[in-house]
Nanobody, 119 residues
């Protein structure tokens, strides 16, 4: 059974930092990534990383502030979020896919973790 378990969300002041974690179990993946969804808005791509080559992709609104990384031994992906802004407030979801490139669909999703940035 595949599971993606996120942790690390919380409340932080603007300009602060948080690190999200997503522990995967049940199988290995070709890519893992993060999405977010704010109230009343569509889900937005945040970042992704290929598991073997470590190639990273970022959404435009977080580039230069967020960093995605992985620990192969722990089958865990992280996202370090720095210089947080109130507009980063959202539920953050971990996602994983079993094959394909950057445009391939995501096969598995975590339950989400809330990130709230106060001004």
């Amino acid at each position: 059974q595949v599971q993606l378990v996120e942790s690390g969300g919380g409340l932080v002041q603007a300009g602060g930092s948080l690190r999200l974690s997503c522990a995967a179990s049940g199988r290995t993946f070709s890519s893992m990534g993060w999405f977010r969804q704010a109230p009343g808005k569509e889900r937005e791509f945040v970042a992704a990383m290929t598991w073997n080559g470590g190639i990273t992709y970022y959404g435009g609104s977080v580039k230069g502030r967020f960093t995605i990384s992985r620990d192969n031994a722990k089958n865990t992906v992280y996202m370090q979020m720095n210089s947080l802004k109130p507009e980063d407030t959202a539920v953050y979801y971990c996602a994983a896919r079993t094959s394909g490139g950057a445009s391939s669909p995501w096969d598995y999703w975590g339950q989400g973790t809330q990130v709230t940035v106060s001004s």
